[in-house]
């Protein structure tokens, strides 16, 4: 000890520059052993969850799934799992949760909430630190119910990334009419961030869904309406239909590329009309996804308009047109064949070979595989 | 006089083990925050929607002979709903294009180039017979940066994710990645992961089996550095919004701001590191609200050197990428016009890792010198060398037990203590032999040498090429 406090004291003594430095040196010291504090502690609780969760594993856990029919012995398991702390009931309920589905699900989510973690998730989600509403939202999205619903509108216009899993899980219990309200307060500006509301709408069944489009014309944002009738086209066709007409003549053009994209997914005579009237859009982008909405539909009509759009002036109308041709079997080779011989814009003929190469190339593995 | 240049160097070390121990609690908070926001629950809906954005994999290779086949099988493996490859082969003078062809029997396809970037002449384009998403393209010499060009020019999803031929990628790292895209409501443009050593990981149908401390006593030197760099060093960067590179070996953009950037520059050894500060800069001057983040989750593992030569070049070509990029946009440094990167990241590269080498060097020579001629203080060179194995010591500990706490890469005790002994010894030679490396670096740019160094793969373990 004498020996450190020597050097230091020599070190002192040696000039007021050094001292300066020996207090930054101490200052440094002190933040390095709070570091090390910190971490030791953290390691320390880490290590205590993992006995918990080993106990648990041990002595309550087996035996759930062959108590889950039965009420008696549900309620014994219960007693002894219910002597553990909530944290870990959680961390060994969550995974296989998150693992099941249907009437398994249920029960496991039914366990969850009579052991009051559905409760004390509810409780956090209306919590003031913003890291314990995450958590707790990122459980609600498996465990929560229509009971929650209402929890879920006021927490989807929490920070960003809340929402979107608030959203999410009311897209599976939410009704329309809450489901509207998350809707009406979202913004897109990006095409990225519509994957999240892609997921919402699709975990909503058919019924919901149905209800839910009586509400399109009245959702604000232009983008949001494009995901809608999107996501209409695939899962509620029938309802789809009826307002394709009015997105195509809609002045947005978000709108109208929603509308260009559903028509793909539809297979009605009123959808083609409303297809290849998009195909002569003014707007590129329109053209382009009304060109990829033909090929999905297919029929003469549809190789017809697609050769056109194969010479367009823009290069993604271009190649999507002659992507789309590729699929059309032998109408759609003809027609890549006479562009490629006879077009008159470079650009096109360009594309049609490619596509023809590549038609080529996997007829040939297909014919090598047979 | 000599007071004051004892002073100056130690001070010098203090500010540099300062910066570290604060980013390293910046990281900590950083990666408590990805803890709470990440979001596995929705991995699933993620992977299974057609809505997910399309992502084009560019992969350059310059004779990769030896990872190239695993490389492209991790590629492929990679758990993504809706991806296409593309490998970029740079002229190789090895197997690289031969392997590819054989591998994956390639044949001649013709692809319509948008070409919104200059680049140099393709020779031809192929597609693999055996899984359709996988295109090859052969081009004239023209460097790692403009093979990613040529990527650019040929993809046609909204996002990019660059990625080196010598690397395997996590299952789900590129998912990572773009969830973090999708859920962000803050414009971000791109997005980066840790990146782990390949070596003394066992590779089999391009997927990582086992990870342990490699055999290789330089390579764990560098296992410990890439820890401490992706780890502490950028994720407490992030914190900041002032991360200035986005490693070469794995990142992901948005397609149309690297385009609008002008994609990657050719004249420059560290397009990585110039492509992020420039985006940084295109951004900020048009007052255009973005992010450039940074993630903890490991999403790519790549294989270090385990030569002193090769090494050495690395190390050179990076100092000099450096300098590039440092000088190409020194109107950033100290301009409050820039925000954080301007007054922040910018500053620290340009003391600590730009001029560090050369400082530390100065260091050595004093020493050396007031020791000959009899004026070394002792009490004060101990000090020095207290803070410099010790410190830097503990700081490497802590970076592991913030790796225990969330990443888990290291997990046994016998890799936990090669770790540890390595993280103790890189002091005693390592350090060095980087030092000099990386002032050859800085000596040869002012020579005027743009080459990257001959680089020489040794493949993974388990891998067949």
Same mark, same amino acid.
């Given at each position: 000890?004498?020996?450190?406090?020597?050097? *230091?004291?020599?070190?002192?003594?040696?000039?007021?520059?050094?001292?300066?430095?020996?207090?930054?040196?101490?200052?440094?010291?002190?933040?390095?052993?709070?570091?090390?504090?910190?971490?030791?502690?953290?390691? $320390?609780?880490?290590?205590?969850?993992?006995?918990?969760?080993?106990? *648990?594993?041990?002595?309550?856990?087996?035996?759930?799934?062959?108590?889950?029919?039965?009420?008696?012995?549900?309620?014994?398991?219960?007693?002894?799992?219910?002597?553990?702390?909530?944290?870990?009931?959680?961390?060994? /309920?969550?995974?296989? $949760?998150?693992?099941?589905?249907?009437? /398994? %699900?249920?029960?496991?989510?039914?366990?969850?909430?009579?052991?009051?973690?559905?409760?004390?998730?509810?409780?956090?989600?209306?919590?003031?630190?913003?890291?314990?509403?995450?958590?707790?939202?990122?459980? /609600?999205?498996?465990?929560?119910?229509?009971?929650?619903?209402?929890?879920?509108?006021?927490?989807?216009?929490?920070?960003?990334?809340?929402?979107?899993?608030?959203?999410?899980?009311?897209?599976?219990?939410?009704?329309?009419?809450?489901?509207?309200?998350? #809707?009406?307060? $979202?913004?897109?500006?990006?095409? /990225?961030?519509?994957?999240?509301?892609?997921?919402?709408?699709?975990?909503?069944?058919?019924?919901?869904?149905?209800? #839910?489009?009586?509400?399109?014309?009245?959702?604000?944002?232009?983008?949001?309406?494009?995901?809608?009738? &999107?996501?209409?086209?695939?899962?509620?066709?029938?309802?789809?239909?009826?307002?394709?007409?009015?997105?195509?003549? %809609?002045?947005?053009?978000?709108?109208?590329?929603?509308?260009?994209?559903?028509?793909?997914?539809?297979?009605?005579?009123?959808?083609?009309?409303?297809?290849?009237?998009?195909?002569?859009?003014?707007?590129?982008?329109?053209?382009?996804?009304?060109?990829?909405?033909?090929?999905?539909?297919?029929?003469?009509?549809?190789?017809?308009?697609?050769?056109?759009?194969? &010479?367009?002036?823009?290069?993604?109308?271009?190649? %999507?047109?002659?992507?789309?041709?590729?699929?059309?079997?032998?109408?759609?080779?003809?027609?890549?064949?006479?562009?490629?011989?006879?077009?008159?814009?470079?650009?096109?003929?360009?594309?049609?070979?490619?596509?023809?190469?590549?038609?080529?190339?996997?007829? &040939?593995?297909?014919?090598?595989?047979? | 006089?000599?007071?004051?240049?004892?002073?100056?160097?130690?001070?010098?070390?203090?500010?540099?083990?300062?910066?570290?121990?604060?980013?390293?609690?910046?990281?900590?908070?950083?990666?408590? =925050?990805?803890?709470?926001?990440?979001?596995?629950?929705?991995?699933?809906?993620?992977?299974?929607?057609?809505?997910?954005?399309?992502?084009?994999?560019?992969?350059?290779?310059?004779?990769?002979?030896?990872?190239?086949?695993?490389?492209? =099988?991790?590629?492929?493996?990679?758990?993504?709903?809706?991806?296409?490859?593309?490998?970029?082969?740079?002229?190789?003078?090895?197997?690289?294009?031969?392997?590819?062809?054989?591998?994956?029997?390639?044949?001649?396809?013709?692809?319509?180039?948008?070409?919104?970037?200059?680049?140099?002449?393709?020779?031809?384009?192929?597609?693999?017979?055996?899984?359709?998403?996988?295109?090859?393209?052969?081009?004239?010499?023209?460097?790692?940066?403009?093979?990613?060009?040529?990527?650019?020019?040929?993809?046609?999803?909204?996002?990019?994710?660059?990625?080196?031929?010598?690397?395997?990628?996590?299952?789900?790292?590129?998912?990572?990645?773009?969830?973090?895209?999708?859920?962000?409501?803050?414009?971000?443009?791109?997005?980066?992961?840790?990146? =782990?050593?390949?070596?003394?990981?066992?590779?089999?149908?391009?997927?990582?089996?086992?990870?342990?401390?490699?055999?290789?006593?330089?390579?764990?030197?560098?296992?410990?550095?890439?820890?401490?760099?992706?780890?502490?060093?950028?994720?407490?960067?992030?914190?900041?919004?002032?991360?200035?590179?986005?490693?070469?070996?794995?990142?992901?953009?948005?397609?149309?701001?690297?385009?609008?950037?002008?994609?990657?520059?050719?004249?420059?050894?560290?397009?990585?590191?110039?492509?992020?500060?420039?985006?940084?800069?295109?951004?900020?001057?048009?007052?255009?609200?973005?992010?450039?983040?940074?993630?903890?989750?490991?999403?790519?593992?790549?294989?270090?050197?385990?030569?002193?030569?090769?090494?050495?070049?690395?190390?050179?070509?990076?100092?000099?990428?450096?300098?590039?990029?440092?000088?190409?946009?020194?109107?950033?440094?100290?301009?409050?016009?820039?925000?954080?990167?301007?007054?922040?990241?910018?500053?620290?590269?340009?003391?600590?890792?730009?001029?560090?080498?050369?400082?530390?060097?100065?260091?050595?020579?004093?020493?050396?010198?007031?020791?000959?001629?009899?004026?070394?203080?002792?009490?004060?060179?101990?000090?020095?060398?207290?803070?410099?194995?010790?410190?830097?010591?503990?700081?490497?500990?802590?970076?592991?037990?913030?790796?225990?706490?969330?990443? !888990?890469?290291?997990?046994?005790?016998?890799?936990?203590?090669?770790?540890?002994?390595?993280?103790?010894?890189?002091?005693?030679?390592?350090?060095?032999?980087?030092?000099?490396?990386?002032?050859?670096?800085?000596?040869? !740019?002012?020579?005027?040498?743009?080459?990257?160094?001959?680089?020489?793969?040794?493949?993974?373990?388990?891998?067949?090429?």
């Amino acid at each position: 000890m004498s020996a450190i406090s020597g050097f *230091f004291g020599s070190l002192w003594h040696s000039g007021g520059a050094y001292r300066a430095v020996l207090v930054l040196v101490a200052v440094e010291g002190v933040l390095m052993a709070l570091c090390a504090c910190w971490l030791s502690f953290t390691a $320390i609780l880490m290590r205590r969850d993992r006995k918990l969760d080993a106990a *648990f594993a041990r002595k309550a856990a087996p035996g759930l799934l062959a108590v889950l029919a039965d009420e008696k012995a549900l309620r014994a398991w219960q007693a002894r799992a219910g002597r553990f702390p909530k944290a870990v009931l959680r961390r060994y /309920l969550e995974p296989r $949760i998150m693992a099941t589905t249907g009437n /398994l %699900n249920a029960r496991i989510v039914d366990v969850y909430s009579r052991l009051g973690l559905l409760a004390k998730d509810m409780q956090q989600a209306e919590s003031r630190a913003w890291r314990t509403r995450m958590k707790a939202m990122r459980r /609600l999205v498996f465990v929560a119910g229509p009971q929650q619903a209402e929890l879920l509108v006021r927490r989807s216009r929490d920070l960003h990334a809340i929402g979107v899993l608030a959203a999410m899980a009311l897209g599976r219990v939410g009704t329309p009419r809450q489901v509207f309200e998350v #809707l009406r307060h $979202i913004e897109l500006p990006r095409r /990225l961030m519509a994957q999240p509301v892609h997921a919402m709408l699709d975990a909503m069944d058919q019924e919901r869904l149905a209800k #839910l489009m009586d509400l399109w014309s009245e959702t604000p944002s232009p983008t949001v309406r494009r995901v809608l009738l &999107e996501v209409a086209a695939r899962r509620v066709p029938w309802v789809c239909e009826r307002y394709l007409p009015l997105a195509a003549g %809609n002045s947005s053009v978000e709108v109208r590329i929603g509308a260009a994209r559903s028509c793909g997914m539809l297979a009605g005579v009123s959808s083609m009309k409303v297809a290849l009237r998009l195909a002569i859009d003014e707007v590129p982008q329109v053209r382009a996804q009304a060109a990829r909405a033909l090929g999905r539909r297919g029929g003469s009509g549809s190789v017809d308009a697609l050769a056109g759009l194969a &010479e367009d002036r823009d290069f993604w109308v271009r190649q %999507n047109a002659v992507a789309a041709l590729r699929e059309q079997g032998d109408a759609g080779r003809r027609a890549l064949e006479e562009l490629s011989v006879s077009s008159r814009d470079d650009f096109a003929r360009d594309a049609a070979r490619q596509e023809l190469e590549q038609l080529l190339l996997f007829t &040939e593995t297909g014919e090598a595989a047979s | 006089m000599t007071e004051s240049f004892d002073v100056f160097f130690l001070l010098y070390l203090v500010a540099l083990n300062g910066s570290q121990i604060v980013f390293l609690m910046l990281s900590a908070w950083e990666m408590a =925050r990805r803890r709470a926001s990440q979001t596995p629950e929705l991995d699933a809906s993620t992977l299974s929607a057609e809505t997910t954005p399309p992502v084009t994999i560019i992969s350059p290779a310059h004779n990769e002979e030896a990872t190239i086949v695993e490389s492209v =099988r991790g590629n492929l493996r990679v758990e993504y709903p809706q991806l296409q490859i593309i490998v970029v082969n740079d002229d190789s003078s090895d197997r690289t294009l031969e392997l590819l062809k054989e591998r994956f029997d390639l044949r001649p396809v013709s692809m319509v180039l948008h070409e919104r970037i200059a680049a140099k002449r393709i020779r031809s384009i192929m597609q693999s017979r055996i899984d359709p998403r996988l295109i090859v393209v052969d081009k004239e010499h023209g460097g790692k940066a403009d093979s990613l060009n040529v990527g650019l020019n040929l993809c046609r999803t909204p996002l990019v994710c660059c990625v080196d031929s010598d690397s395997i990628l996590s299952r789900r790292g590129l998912l990572h990645l773009v969830e973090v895209l999708v859920q962000d409501d803050g414009n971000t443009i791109a997005v980066g992961g840790t990146i =782990r050593l390949g070596n003394g990981c066992v590779v089999a149908d391009g997927e990582i089996k086992r990870c342990t401390m490699p055999r290789n006593w330089l390579a764990r030197f560098q296992a410990v550095e890439y820890l401490r760099a992706f780890l502490f060093a950028r994720m407490g960067f992030n914190r900041l919004g002032s991360n200035l590179i986005l490693s070469g070996a794995f990142g992901l953009f948005v397609r149309e701001a690297v385009v609008d950037a002008g994609g990657y520059r050719t004249d420059t050894v560290g397009e990585d590191m110039e492509l992020t500060v420039r985006l940084h800069a295109g951004m900020r001057r048009r007052g255009v609200r973005y992010r450039i983040q940074q993630i903890p989750e490991t999403v790519c593992f790549t294989e270090a050197p385990e030569s002193v030569a090769v090494l050495s070049r690395q190390r050179d070509r990076w100092q000099r990428g450096l300098f590039e990029s440092l000088w190409r946009h020194r109107a950033m440094m100290l301009n409050p016009g820039y925000g954080s990167i301007g007054m922040i990241g910018f500053p620290f590269y340009v003391l600590f890792e730009l001029l560090g080498p050369v400082i530390e060097l100065c260091g050595y020579a004093w020493f050396a010198m007031t020791t000959i001629l009899g004026v070394a203080n002792p009490t004060f060179a101990l000090l020095f060398a207290v803070i410099a194995v010790v410190w830097q010591f503990l700081i490497s500990v802590e970076t592991l037990a913030l790796d225990q706490m969330y990443t !888990k890469m290291y997990i046994g005790s016998k890799d936990r203590a090669f770790f540890l002994l390595a993280a103790f010894l890189e002091t005693f030679g390592y350090r060095q032999l980087t030092l000099l490396a990386r002032i050859r670096g800085l000596v040869r !740019k002012f020579q005027g040498e743009k080459g990257w160094g001959r680089m020489v793969r040794k493949g993974f373990e388990g891998g067949a090429a």
